[in-house]
Protein backbone atom coordinates (compact mmCIF):
# COMPACT_ATOMS: atom_id res chain seq x y z
CA UNK A 1 0.00 0.00 0.00
CA UNK A 2 2.75 2.33 0.70
CA UNK A 3 4.44 1.89 -2.25
CA UNK A 4 1.33 2.59 -4.62
CA UNK A 5 0.62 5.31 -2.89
CA UNK A 6 4.24 6.48 -3.32
CA UNK A 7 4.61 5.23 -6.90
CA UNK A 8 0.83 7.63 -7.47
CA UNK A 9 1.87 10.65 -5.87
CA UNK A 10 5.32 10.59 -7.92
CA UNK A 11 3.19 10.21 -11.39
CA UNK A 12 0.98 12.98 -10.12
CA UNK A 13 3.72 15.50 -9.43
CA UNK A 14 5.31 14.66 -13.08
CA UNK A 15 2.66 15.30 -14.55
CA UNK A 16 1.72 19.20 -12.99
CA UNK A 17 5.63 19.72 -12.63
CA UNK A 18 5.47 22.70 -14.97
CA UNK A 19 2.48 24.22 -13.64
CA UNK A 20 3.29 23.72 -10.04
CA UNK A 21 5.21 27.01 -8.80
CA UNK A 22 1.99 29.29 -10.35
CA UNK A 23 -0.22 27.08 -8.98
CA UNK A 24 0.79 27.18 -5.53
CA UNK A 25 1.32 31.13 -5.29
CA UNK A 26 -2.29 31.37 -6.72
CA UNK A 27 -4.07 29.07 -4.70
CA UNK A 28 -2.59 29.96 -1.17
CA UNK A 29 -2.56 33.61 -2.54
CA UNK A 30 1.06 33.92 -2.08
CA UNK A 31 0.96 33.02 1.55
CA UNK A 32 3.06 29.86 0.63
CA UNK A 33 6.54 32.63 0.76
CA UNK A 34 6.00 33.94 3.78
CA UNK A 35 5.66 30.29 5.58
CA UNK A 36 8.82 29.18 3.49
CA UNK A 37 10.40 32.14 4.60
CA UNK A 38 9.72 31.44 8.60
CA UNK A 39 10.61 28.00 7.87
CA UNK A 40 13.98 29.05 6.43
CA UNK A 41 14.83 31.62 8.88
CA UNK A 42 14.36 28.86 12.08
CA UNK A 43 17.01 27.02 9.87
CA UNK A 44 19.11 29.66 8.87
CA UNK A 45 19.23 31.48 12.81
CA UNK A 46 21.64 28.19 13.96
CA UNK A 47 23.78 28.80 10.54
CA UNK A 48 24.10 25.10 9.47
CA UNK A 49 26.45 24.16 6.79
CA UNK A 50 25.44 20.81 5.64
CA UNK A 51 21.33 20.74 5.07
CA UNK A 52 19.42 18.44 3.35
CA UNK A 53 15.58 19.48 1.93
CA UNK A 54 13.57 16.59 1.58
CA UNK A 55 10.66 16.22 -1.03
CA UNK A 56 12.51 19.15 -2.33
CA UNK A 57 10.47 19.91 -5.21
CA UNK A 58 11.00 22.33 -7.68
CA UNK A 59 13.90 23.59 -4.86
CA UNK A 60 11.85 27.16 -3.40
CA UNK A 61 13.26 25.69 -0.15
CA UNK A 62 16.24 24.92 -1.39
CA UNK A 63 16.82 27.99 -3.03
CA UNK A 64 15.79 30.28 -0.18
CA UNK A 65 18.14 28.49 2.04
CA UNK A 66 21.20 29.16 -0.16
CA UNK A 67 20.45 33.00 -0.02
CA UNK A 68 20.05 33.31 3.56
CA UNK A 69 22.95 31.23 4.44
CA UNK A 70 25.61 31.97 1.63
CA UNK A 71 28.16 29.07 3.23
CA UNK A 72 25.94 26.16 3.29
CA UNK A 73 25.87 23.24 0.42
CA UNK A 74 21.94 22.37 0.16
CA UNK A 75 21.55 18.91 -0.72
CA UNK A 76 17.09 18.43 -2.28
CA UNK A 77 15.71 14.90 -2.84
CA UNK A 78 12.60 14.31 -4.38
CA UNK A 79 10.51 11.20 -5.83
CA UNK A 80 9.69 13.16 -8.87
CA UNK A 81 11.82 13.86 -11.91
CA UNK A 82 9.95 16.29 -13.62
CA UNK A 83 9.86 18.48 -10.71
CA UNK A 84 13.69 18.23 -10.02
CA UNK A 85 14.08 19.33 -13.87
CA UNK A 86 12.51 22.18 -12.69
CA UNK A 87 13.84 23.01 -10.02
CA UNK A 88 17.57 22.28 -11.64
CA UNK A 89 16.74 25.22 -13.96
CA UNK A 90 15.48 27.50 -11.15
CA UNK A 91 18.92 26.79 -9.56
CA UNK A 92 21.00 27.30 -12.32
CA UNK A 93 19.04 30.51 -13.53
CA UNK A 94 19.90 31.98 -9.97
CA UNK A 95 23.54 30.52 -9.95
CA UNK A 96 23.40 28.52 -7.25
CA UNK A 97 24.68 25.14 -9.36
CA UNK A 98 27.57 25.21 -6.80
CA UNK A 99 26.04 25.12 -3.35
CA UNK A 100 22.34 23.45 -5.03
CA UNK A 101 22.38 19.73 -5.67
CA UNK A 102 19.10 18.05 -6.38
CA UNK A 103 18.78 14.47 -7.04
CA UNK A 104 15.87 12.11 -7.45
CA UNK A 105 15.10 9.22 -4.56
CA UNK A 106 12.69 8.33 -1.48
CA UNK A 107 12.60 9.70 1.62
CA UNK A 108 11.67 6.85 3.32
CA UNK A 109 15.32 5.48 2.17
CA UNK A 110 17.73 8.15 2.15
CA UNK A 111 20.81 7.42 0.23
CA UNK A 112 23.31 9.09 2.85
CA UNK A 113 25.16 8.31 5.71
CA UNK A 114 24.28 8.70 9.44
CA UNK A 115 24.72 11.91 11.01
CA UNK A 116 26.17 13.36 7.34
CA UNK A 117 23.75 16.63 7.87
CA UNK A 118 23.55 19.68 10.14
CA UNK A 119 19.81 20.27 8.97
CA UNK A 120 16.83 18.32 7.38
CA UNK A 121 13.97 20.47 6.37
CA UNK A 122 10.53 19.02 4.78
CA UNK A 123 8.33 21.91 2.99
CA UNK A 124 5.03 20.82 2.00
CA UNK A 125 6.52 16.94 1.54
CA UNK A 126 5.87 14.74 4.67
CA UNK A 127 2.11 14.30 3.90
CA UNK A 128 2.88 12.32 0.65
CA UNK A 129 5.00 9.90 2.30
CA UNK A 130 3.90 6.25 2.25
CA UNK A 131 5.29 5.97 5.87
CA UNK A 132 5.53 9.02 8.00
CA UNK A 133 7.24 6.80 10.76
CA UNK A 134 10.10 6.09 8.16
CA UNK A 135 10.89 9.67 6.89
CA UNK A 136 10.73 10.66 10.05
CA UNK A 137 12.86 7.91 11.03
CA UNK A 138 15.50 8.70 8.15
CA UNK A 139 15.39 12.42 8.66
CA UNK A 140 16.74 11.55 12.18
CA UNK A 141 19.15 9.19 10.85
CA UNK A 142 20.65 11.07 8.75
CA UNK A 143 20.90 14.05 11.27
CA UNK A 144 23.90 14.64 13.12
CA UNK A 145 23.88 15.12 17.15
CA UNK A 146 22.65 18.45 18.06
CA UNK A 147 21.19 18.28 14.50
CA UNK A 148 17.89 19.81 14.01
CA UNK A 149 14.41 18.80 11.82
CA UNK A 150 12.16 21.96 10.18
CA UNK A 151 8.66 20.58 8.66
CA UNK A 152 6.44 23.00 7.12
CA UNK A 153 3.04 21.23 6.78
CA UNK A 154 -0.73 21.92 5.67
CA UNK A 155 -3.39 21.15 9.10
CA UNK A 156 -7.28 21.30 9.04
CA UNK A 157 -8.02 25.26 11.41
CA UNK A 158 -10.19 25.10 13.66
CA UNK A 159 -13.01 27.65 14.45
CA UNK A 160 -17.13 28.44 14.32
CA UNK A 161 -16.34 30.85 11.03
CA UNK A 162 -12.81 30.30 9.77
CA UNK A 163 -12.63 26.43 9.82
CA UNK A 164 -16.02 26.22 7.87
CA UNK A 165 -14.90 28.88 5.22
CA UNK A 166 -11.50 27.31 4.89
CA UNK A 167 -12.75 23.74 4.59
CA UNK A 168 -15.47 25.36 1.78
CA UNK A 169 -12.65 26.86 -0.23
CA UNK A 170 -10.06 23.89 0.13
CA UNK A 171 -12.64 21.21 -0.68
CA UNK A 172 -14.66 23.21 -3.64
CA UNK A 173 -12.89 26.05 -4.97
CA UNK A 174 -9.35 24.73 -5.06
CA UNK A 175 -9.49 21.58 -6.92
CA UNK A 176 -11.95 23.41 -9.11
CA UNK A 177 -8.99 26.25 -9.95
CA UNK A 178 -6.23 23.93 -9.67
CA UNK A 179 -8.13 21.40 -12.40
CA UNK A 180 -8.77 24.00 -14.72
CA UNK A 181 -4.90 25.10 -14.86
CA UNK A 182 -3.12 21.99 -14.14
CA UNK A 183 -5.50 20.18 -16.35
CA UNK A 184 -5.03 17.46 -13.90
CA UNK A 185 -8.01 15.91 -12.57
CA UNK A 186 -6.40 14.03 -9.97
CA UNK A 187 -4.15 16.60 -8.39
CA UNK A 188 -6.02 18.84 -6.52
CA UNK A 189 -8.84 16.63 -5.18
CA UNK A 190 -5.71 14.55 -3.38
CA UNK A 191 -4.37 17.72 -1.92
CA UNK A 192 -7.30 18.78 0.10
CA UNK A 193 -7.47 14.57 0.59
CA UNK A 194 -4.09 14.15 1.73
CA UNK A 195 -4.59 16.98 4.12
CA UNK A 196 -7.66 15.69 5.74
CA UNK A 197 -5.69 12.63 6.54
CA UNK A 198 -2.70 13.93 7.93
CA UNK A 199 -2.22 13.53 11.72
CA UNK A 200 -3.16 16.87 13.57
CA UNK A 201 -0.63 18.70 15.41
CA UNK A 202 -0.95 17.46 18.58
CA UNK A 203 -0.39 13.74 17.13
CA UNK A 204 2.44 14.82 14.75
CA UNK A 205 4.76 16.14 17.52
CA UNK A 206 3.86 12.84 18.99
CA UNK A 207 5.37 10.58 16.28
CA UNK A 208 8.89 13.39 16.03
CA UNK A 209 8.96 12.40 19.68
CA UNK A 210 8.91 8.59 18.80
CA UNK A 211 10.86 9.25 16.09
CA UNK A 212 13.84 9.94 18.94
CA UNK A 213 13.56 13.85 18.60
CA UNK A 214 13.65 16.37 21.26
CA UNK A 215 12.17 19.44 22.07
CA UNK A 216 9.74 19.09 19.79
CA UNK A 217 7.36 22.23 19.19
CA UNK A 218 4.65 23.54 16.64
CA UNK A 219 4.03 27.10 15.57
CA UNK A 220 0.95 27.64 14.12
CA UNK A 221 0.32 29.40 10.84
CA UNK A 222 -2.30 31.76 9.88
CA UNK A 223 -5.09 30.12 12.37
CA UNK A 224 -3.66 26.73 11.85
CA UNK A 225 -3.92 26.32 7.98
CA UNK A 226 -0.13 25.24 8.17
CA UNK A 227 2.30 24.61 10.97
CA UNK A 228 6.07 24.82 11.00
CA UNK A 229 7.14 21.61 13.30
CA UNK A 230 10.85 21.19 15.03
CA UNK A 231 12.65 19.05 16.63
CA UNK A 232 16.47 17.94 17.26
CA UNK A 233 18.08 15.22 17.24
CA UNK A 234 20.15 15.10 21.06
Not at 47 to 54: M, T
Not at 71 to 91: C, F, H, N, P, Y
Not at 150 to 167: A, K, N, Q, V
Amino acid sequence: MEENKKMRVRAMFDSIAPRYDLLNHLLSFGVDRLWRRRLVAGVAAEGPSRILDVAAGTGDVAIALARRLPQARITGIDLSDEMLAVGRGKVARRGLDDRIGLVQGDAEKLPFSDGAFDAVTIGFGIRNFGSIEAGLAEAFRVLRRGGRLSILEFSTPRGRFFGPLYRFYFHRILPLVGRLVSRDKAAYTYLPESVDHFPDNLLFLRLMEQAGFAGCRARRQMRGIAYIYEGRKE
